[in-house]
């Protein structure tokens, strides 16, 4: 299996329609796709998520507390994904992401990057510099603002890779177990 999941890293994958490339190129080096999943509701398509990390691990712990350059891309699939379901969606994560935590106002101004409505096909990049200790949200390649800090990157990867995660099925996805 953790050749197959290599193989799949180093190519990386389709999924519902969007591709994720085997690199994610940044202004200060490379990432590489880890894996990807498929968040559903009620049978719903509502988002893909793909992981991109500095080397491929199936240990979520891991990644969560990883100092390391690491990125979260996200694409919308279906119109039901509206700005508040995905903000609401995000507050709730951050409940859940313990024992990792953010303060209200990293909360607060996190969710403040997401003022415009979403449509399908938009694409959110959760990307974590180590070099800055900031992680950057970029929707559709337009840098919304950065919040500084390990503590906080590690609470948000939490929301998707945690002990709660959004779905489990897009955890292990993100993680390459299946």
């Not at 409940?95 to 409505?117: C, L, M, R, V, W």
């Amino acid at each position: 299996m953790l050749c197959m999941t290599s193989m799949a890293s180093a190519q990386g994958r389709k999924i519902a329609g969007i591709t994720f490339p085997p690199e994610l190129k940044t202004k200060t080096g490379s990432l590489y796709f880890n894996g990807c999943g498929l968040r559903e509701k009620y049978t719903l398509d509502l988002y893909v998520a793909g992981l991109y990390l500095n080397k491929p691990t199936m240990d979520a712990k891991k990644v969560i507390n990883s100092s390391e350059s690491q990125a979260i891309k996200i694409v919308i699939v279906s119109s039901k994904v509206t700005r508040d379901k995905f903000n609401e969606s995000v507050k709730e994560g951050f409940a859940n992401a313990a024992p990792y935590s953010a303060t209200p106002s990293q909360i607060k101004e996190f969710k403040g990057f997401f003022t415009d409505p979403f449509k399908v096909k938009d694409e959110i990049s959760l990307i974590y510099k180590k070099d800055k200790d900031k992680t950057y949200v970029i929707i559709n390649k337009d840098i919304k603002g950065s919040i500084d800090g390990l503590p906080f990157k590690k609470a948000l990867f939490a929301i998707w890779l945690g002990n709660k995660p959004a779905q489990g099925k897009l955890k292990k996805g993100m993680m390459g177990q299946i």
